[in-house]
């Protein structure tokens, strides 16, 4: 794993130069910039959408606005095939694991992930914009580990970019680590939805004293309040989900005709 990636490497530049149309195609807002510090660790936990277009949205934009490489913590099936897994790494994303979040966030990397994972992001229309990440509390191991408090932050279009046609799980998604779950029936064509990212409050960890060095394993004894600080994130998100959806009631949009 790099320990950091420059955000004026090759690989980055081309990802930056691929991704760049991505930006004005759905009118990217990011809002809340005032709880993200320009330095130092940062650890931003956010809410997934279908074939993970928020990261391809979410991750150039915050280049664009810190100059830094956000390091994302992806499925490790993703690395198994050697061209992806080198691709991936090149630009900064890692094997999801709580180790690597630990140590990139303890060299002051910008840190993104996604708790709910495969199961987030492969939801239907009646799910929008609600977490599904099954109390999985592994991203509150990690920022009690390495000391770094949580910053929530919501994604709100990306769930309506893609057309559903059916709900019911129709496509298997057997290839993302999960040969039970499958994906709903859906339009492949990306609509112009304006994508409004916001950034919360950071979610301040609990006090925990001397119980608990930092870098080290979360002993048997801290498991509980480990859980509840992943529920105040949850919680902090979920609010931040619906307070953003609140104040951008209409996000399809009709683009400017060329000529």
């Known amino acids: 794993m790099k320990p950091s990636i420059s955000i004026d490497s090759w690989s980055v530049k081309a990802i930056r130069r691929a991704l760049s149309p991505l930006h004005r ?5 990011l809002e809340g910039l005032e709880h993200v510090p320009e330095q130092g660790p940062v650890f931003l936990v956010g809410n ?7 990261s391809f949205v979410l991750f150039p934009a915050l280049m664009r606005q810190f100059e830094r490489v956000p390091r994302g913590l992806a499925l ?16 900064g994303i890692v094997p999801g694991s709580r180790s690597s979040g630990v140590a990139l966030l303890r060299g002051g990397q910008m840190v993104v992930t996604y708790p709910g994972g495969m ?22 191991h990690v920022a009690l580990r390495a000391g770094v408090p949580v910053t929530p932050v919501a994604a709100v279009g990306p769930d309506e970019i893609f057309p559903i046609l059916s709900d019911r799980g129709l ?7 999960d040969r ?3 994906a709903p029936a859906f339009l ?19 006090d925990l004293g001397s119980a608990l060095n930092a870098g080290q394993e979360v002993p048997e004894s801290l498991m509980p309040q480990c859980s509840l600080y ?30």
Not at 119 to 133: A, C, H, I, M, P
Not at 171 to 177: A, E, I
Not at 232 to 256: N, Y
Request: glycine share 6%; proline share 7%; with cysteine.
């Open 188 to 206: 492949p064509v990306a609509r112009p939805v304006r994508c409004v990212f916001r950034f919360g409050k950071p979610v301040q960890l609990p």
């Open 180 to 182: 039970t779950s499958r």
């Open 25 to 29: 195609y759905f009118d990217v807002q």
């Open 171 to 177: 496509l298997p998604v057997s290839f993302l680590g």
């Open 76 to 91: 490790r099936t993703l690395f198994d095939n050697p061209v992806m897994g080198k691709l991936l790494h090149e630009v």
């Open 119 to 140: 199961s987030d992001s492969v939801k239907g229309r009646n799910k929008r914009y609600t977490l599904q990440w099954q109390e999985r509390c592994g991203f509150a």
């Open 230 to 259: 992943a529920r105040e994130v949850e919680s902090a998100l979920d609010r931040l989900i619906q307070d953003t959806l609140r104040d951008h009631p209409k996000r399809l949009r009709l683009l400017p005709r060329r000529g």
């Open 48 to 54: 997934h959408a279908l074939l993970g277009i928020d």
